[in-house]
C-alpha cells in the first residue's frame, strides 16, 4: 500500500535525531550543524509534488511513493561480483560505490590526487573543506538536495593539487544491488581541482538487479579553480528500476574549461540537476546530454549554466530518442548577470520521438540582464525524417537498417564529443544495438 | 527490362499520371521531357518506390517482376536506381559506410558474399576517379553541406558503385554548370553497356548533347503524347512545349 507525501517526509525527518545523534563521535560540529541545516530546509520543502513548477513534468514523489516500503530492510547486502559490471578496459582510479557503501577503491594514487571518505574526515579536515562543502548545494531549493545533506552517509572528496594533470580517469561506480524491498542510498562527492591542473572524471550508475527498484539521491559539488580544465561523465545506461536524483553543482573559476556529457539510457525517473556557475573570466563551459529512453522509463535534465562574470562562453547541446511510452523532460536555464558582458551562451535541445505514446517537454529559460551579449538557443522536436529514410532505402538498406543508421548519426554526434576513446567506444557499442532494432 | 503498362498514379487524390505506356530494353538510353507539372518527376518517384504516392492503376514490371508489389530497398536490389532530383542530406552518415552497406545488401540479395574492406576500396577508388570526385567528399556526412554539383555527381558516383541494371535520373542536369554537367554525362555514357537500360528524365534539352538517347518521349499531364528519336528533342528544344500543347490540343 503506498504511503502519503506526509507520511514520506515525516518518516525522514522522525529518523534525523537519532540518525544525527548516532553519528556523534564521528563528526565535526560543522557537519552536524549543516545537516540540522539541511533537515530543517528539507522539513519546510517537503518532496516536491507536481504543482511545484520545478518537478511539474516529473512525477518522482509519486513514484517513491509507490515503491519505497518503509519497513522493509534498507540496504540489503550481498556480495556480487561487482568487476563484471565495470566498464570493460577503462583504466583508471576507481572507487566502487555497492549500495551507498564504498566496496573498492584504487591504492597508489598518484602525486597531486587525494580521495578521502567524505564521511570519516576528522575535526581538521573539515574546517579546511568549510570554504567549499555545502557551498554550492542548492539545498535551500531542492528537497533532494537538502536530504542528502541531511543524510549522507558515504561519498568522497577528491583533491587534485595546483599545477598537475592527473592521467588516468577517476571513475566513481554507484552499483545498486536490492535484494529485497527498495533500497535508498544517499551519497555526495566533493571534487575540488586545484589551480592550473587537468582531469578526468567519470561517474557510472548501475542498477545491478532491475527487479527491485532503488532510489539513489546523489549530490557532488565541484569546485574548479583558475585555468583548470575537467572532463566530467555521467552514464546512466543500465538503470532499469532506478529512481535517481542527481544534484550536481560546479563552480568555475577564471579561465577553467569544463567538458560536461551526461548519457541516459534507462531509469525509472531519473532526474539530473545539473547546475554550473561561471564566477569567472574567460571560462567555457561544454555541457553535453544524450539519452535514449524507451518502455515507461522517464528522464529529466534540468541544467542551469550562470554567467556572473563577462567574457565567458558556455555551450549546451542535449539531444534525446523517445521510444514506446517513454518521456523525456530538458530544462535549461541560462542567467547572465549584469557584470556578465560579452557573454557568448549557446543552448540547444533536440528531440526525436519514435512512437505516438513518447512525450517530450522543453523549456529552455533565458536570463538576460547584461546588454553586450550572445545567446541562443533552440529546441526541436520531431520524428525520423522520411526522406532520409527513403534515400536510405532507394539503396538497397532495409526500413529498420536505414532507422538505425538515422539515429544512431542523431546519438552519436554527441559521444563524439567524448575525449576519451574507451569510454565513447563503450557508449556507441552499447546504444548500437538498440538502435538499430527500433521497431517503429 | 521494364514494362509500364496504364500506369495511374495521384498524391492526396490529385491524379498526376493518367495512364503510361513505355517500354524499355537492355542496352537502351530513353528521355522522358516534359514541361513542369508533366508528372516526370512523380513517374521517377513511382518507380522508386515512395509511398506518398498511390497507384490506381496499371503494372510495372521489371525483369519480369511485379515493381509495384515491391519495397523501395527490394527494388534497389533488384537493380533499379534512381538519382535523386533532391539528393537528401543526411548528417552524421558516413558516405563510405553508408555505401558499403548499401552495396553489401545487393550483393546478399544476389546471393554473393560481403564485400571485404580492402576490395571495397579499390572499388571506391575507381569509380571515384569516373566522376572526378573527391576523396574528402567521401569522408564526410552523406551529401551534408555539399554543394548542388557536388550532390548530383555524389549521385552518379553512387550508381556507379552499386551498377544498377536500370537507372533512372531525374533532372540530374539541373542545377549543374557546364563542367559538371559534361563529368556527369562522361560517367554515365562510361556506365553504359548491353545489360544495363538508362531513363533520363529532363526539362532541358542540353544534357542530352552529352548523353545520346535512343528514344525521346514527351510526357505532357500525366501521358506520353510524343514518341521519337533524338531529333524529338531538338525539335522540342527549338519549337517549346507550347508545341506540344497545340499538337495536344489538335488530336484531342
Not at chain 2, 537507372?167 to 544495363?196: C, M, P, Q, W, Y
Amino acid at each position: 500500500m503506498s504511503i502519503t507525501e506526509r507520511e514520506l517526509r515525516d518518516y525522514f525527518t522522525g529518523r534525523f535525531e537519532s540518525f544525527n545523534q548516532g553519528l556523534n563521535g564521528n563528526q565535526s560540529l560543522e557537519i552536524k550543524e549543516l545537516r540540522q541545516k539541511a533537515i530543517g530546509a528539507f522539513a519546510k520543502q517537503g518532496f516536491p509534488l507536481t504543482k511545484n513548477e520545478e518537478y511539474k513534468y516529473t512525477p518522482l514523489t509519486k513514484a517513491l511513493l509507490k515503491s519505497l516500503k518503509l519497513d522493509a530492510p534498507v540496504n540489503s547486502e550481498t556480495i556480487p561480483t561487482c568487476k563484471q559490471h565495470l566498464i570493460p578496459e577503462l583504466e583508471g582510479h576507481m572507487l566502487v560505490y555497492l549500495n551507498g557503501k564504498l566496496a573498492y577503491r584504487s591504492e597508489d594514487l598518484p602525486e597531486g590526487l587525494e580521495i578521502e571518505q567524505l564521511d570519516r574526515l576528522d575535526q581538521t579536515q573539515i574546517s579546511e573543506l568549510k570554504n567549499h562543502l555545502a557551498t554550492l548545494s542548492n539545498y535551500q531549493s531542492d528537497a533532494f538536495a537538502a536530504l542528502n545533506t541531511a543524510f549522507f552517509q558515504s561519498g568522497s572528496l577528491i583533491k587534485i593539487a595546483a599545477n598537475i594533470t592527473i592521467d588516468k580517469p577517476i571513475i566513481i561506480y554507484h552499483f545498486s544491488d536490492g535484494q529485497s524491498g527498495t533500497i535508498y542510498t544517499q551519497t555526495r562527492h566533493l571534487i575540488m581541482v586545484g589551480k592550473n591542473s587537468r582531469a578526468t572524471l567519470v561517474e557510472v550508475n548501475k542498477n545491478l538487479n532491475p527487479e527491485h527498484q532503488t532510489f539513489y539521491n546523489v549530490a557532488s559539488e565541484v569546485f574548479l579553480e583558475e585555468d583548470t580544465q575537467l572532463h566530467y561523465y555521467k552514464t546512466q545506461t543500465e538503470c532499469s528500476g532506478s529512481i535517481i536524483v542527481d544534484n550536481t553543482n560546479i563552480n568555475q573559476k577564471d579561465r577553467s574549461h569544463l567538458y560536461c556529457t551526461t548519457v541516459t539510457t534507462s531509469g525509472t525517473i531519473i532526474r539530473n540537476n545539473l547546475n554550473v556557475t561561471i564566477n569567472g573570466e574567460y571560462c567555457e563551459s561544454y555541457i553535453n546530454g544524450l539519452y535514449l529512453v524507451n518502455g515507461k522509463d522517464h528522464i529529466d535534465n534540468h541544467t542551469t549554466v550562470d554567467h556572473r562574470i563577462a567574457n565567458s562562453y558556455s555551450n549546451e547541446l542535449y539531444k534525446g530518442i523517445i521510444d514506446d511510452a517513454a518521456t523525456g523532460v530538458f530544462n535549461g536555464k541560462i542567467f547572465v548577470q549584469p557584470d556578465a558582458q560579452k557573454t557568448n551562451a549557446f543552448q540547444s535541445n533536440k528531440n526525436l520521438l519514435l512512437s505516438d505514446k513518447a512525450s517530450m517537454n522543453t523549456k529552455p529559460q533565458l536570463e538576460i540582464w547584461a546588454d553586450d551579449v550572445k545567446c541562443s538557443h533552440g529546441a526541436t522536436t520531431g520524428q525520423i525524417d522520411g526522406e532520409q529514410v527513403f534515400y536510405l532505402r532507394s539503396r538497397g538498406l532495409d526500413e529498420q537498417q536505414a532507422k538505425g543508421l538515422l539515429l544512431y548519426a542523431f546519438a552519436t554526434e554527441l559521444l563524439d564529443r567524448i575525449s576519451l576513446p574507451v569510454l565513447k567506444d563503450y557508449l556507441k557499442e552499447s546504444i548500437s544495438d538498440r538502435l538499430y532494432s527500433c521497431e517503429s | 527490362m521494364l514494362i509500364i503498362d496504364n500506369l495511374k498514379a495521384s498524391i492526396e487524390e490529385k491524379q498526376i499520371l493518367k495512364g503510361i505506356n513505355l517500354q524499355i530494353k537492355a542496352g537502351e538510353v530513353h528521355a522522358i521531357m516534359g514541361p513542369n507539372g508533366s508528372g516526370k518527376s512523380t513517374l521517377a518517384s513511382v518507380l522508386a518506390g515512395r509511398d506518398s504516392y498511390d497507384v490506381s492503376d496499371g503494372s510495372v514490371s521489371f525483369l519480369g517482376k511485379d515493381l509495384l508489389d515491391m519495397t523501395p530497398e527490394l527494388r534497389a536490389r533488384e537493380g533499379l536506381f534512381l538519382a535523386f532530383q533532391y539528393p537528401i542530406e543526411i548528417p552524421g552518415v558516413s558516405s563510405t559506410n553508408f555505401l558499403k552497406a548499401a552495396v553489401n545488401k545487393i550483393r546478399e540479395h544476389r546471393g554473393q558474399d560481403a564485400m571485404d574492406a580492402v576490395t571495397f576500396l579499390k572499388l571506391i577508388k575507381e569509380k571515384m576517379k569516373l566522376v572526378e570526385i573527391d576523396q574528402s567528399l567521401l569522408s564526410r556526412s552523406l551529401n551534408d553541406g555539399f554543394s548542388g554539383g557536388e550532390k548530383k555527381r555524389n549521385e552518379i558516383f553512387q550508381m556507379a558503385v552499386l551498377e544498377p541494371r536500370l537507372a533512372i535520373l531525374d533532372e540530374t542536369d539541373s542545377g549543374l554548370d557546364i563542367d559538371a554537367l559534361r563529368i556527369v554525362a562522361n560517367g554515365v555514357n562510361t556506365l553504359r553497356n548491353k545489360d544495363n537500360a538508362t531513363v533520363i528524365v529532363t526539362h532541358y534539352q542540353r544534357l542530352l548533347d552529352y548523353i545520346i538517347p535512343d528514344f525521346v518521349h514527351v510526357l505532357y499531364d500525366g501521358k506520353i503524347v510524343k514518341s521519337g528519336t533524338k531529333e524529338l528533342a531538338l525539335e522540342l528544344e527549338e519549337k517549346g512545349y507550347d508545341w506540344i500543347r497545340e499538337d495536344e490540343q489538335v488530336t484531342s
